[in-house]
């Protein structure tokens, strides 16, 4: 069984202040963990995604996140918040059968401010 | 890069009718897509695992008999919503998993269908 917790359904951040959104999962197997982000109206853009290649992923748009395992962690980062970061970021976890089945968060709603 | 497109991109229907979406993978075979509801400020709900050949898999609570799903060939699957309500009324997403190098799946999301019932 897999399920990811976002805490925080709204984060609001200051115009190139750093941007933290937190997920922590669940998973009976070793797991894929993925960022996305959504815009109003539009599917989902991938950010980035861990495969166990390297505990420190980095994704498009300066966003990056760490897997800790030993805190069943996902947290997405990014240095520098712009106005065009504003969006609803969902964090998702899949094994590996199942064709990528995933489970997704609830979402966070990133709000930047000028 | 893959990409995943959804048609229509938005549909308006009276009470009763039936919709059907489609659902594409342009550069790539599929054999599985998945079939998503999302509520306004709601996170993705997985309503079916379409399979190529095969009849799709609903998860818990979906009503099979009113979304009707066919995978017709390897790029194409179909969400048909039957005897459509104003409570049907949602943003359908679609997606298509793919391997990665790691030999892992990436799921490739289409732009999404915004369906209103009236």
């Known amino acids: 069984a897999q399920s990811v917790t976002q805490l925080g359904s709204h984060v609001s951040v200051s115009e190139g202040a750093l941007v933290l959104l937190r997920c922590n999962y669940s998973?009976?197997?070793?797991?894929?963990l993925f960022w996305y982000v959504q815009y109003p109206n539009q599917g989902l853009q991938l950010l980035l995604k861990y495969t166990s290649a390297a505990t420190l992923v980095k994704g498009i748009n300066g966003f990056e996140a760490e897997f800790k395992k030993s805190e069943t962690s996902f947290h997405l980062t990014k240095p520098s918040a712009h106005m065009s970061d504003a969006a609803e970021y969902f964090c998702?976890?899949?094994?590996?059968?199942?064709?990528?089945?995933?489970?997704f968060g609830d979402g966070t709603t990133l709000t930047v401010k000028p | 890069g893959a990409v995943v497109s959804q048609h229509p991109s938005w549909v308006i229907c009276k009470s009763g009718t039936s919709v059907k979406i489609e659902c594409r993978s342009l550069?790539?075979?599929?054999?599985?897509m998945f079939w998503y509801r999302q509520f306004p400020k709601q996170s993705l709900m997985l309503m079916a695992t379409?399979?190529?050949?095969?009849?799709?898999?609903?998860e818990q609570g979906v009503e099979k008999d009113k979304f009707l799903i066919n995978h017709a060939s390897l790029t194409l699957s179909t969400l048909t919503v039957t005897s459509a309500h104003p409570e049907d009324s949602s943003f359908y997403i679609c997606?298509?998993?793919?391997?990665?190098?790691?030999?892992?799946?990436?799921?490739?999301f289409g732009p999404g269908t915004r369906l209103t019932v009236t």
């Open positions: 997606s298509a998993p793919k391997t990665d190098s790691y030999f892992s799946y990436e799921q490739y």
């Open positions: 379409s399979n190529e050949g095969s009849k799709a898999t609903y």
């Open positions: 998702a976890v899949s094994g590996y059968t199942n064709a990528g089945k995933s489970t």
């Open positions: 550069d790539f075979q599929a054999t599985t």
């Open positions: 998973s009976s197997v070793p797991p894929y």
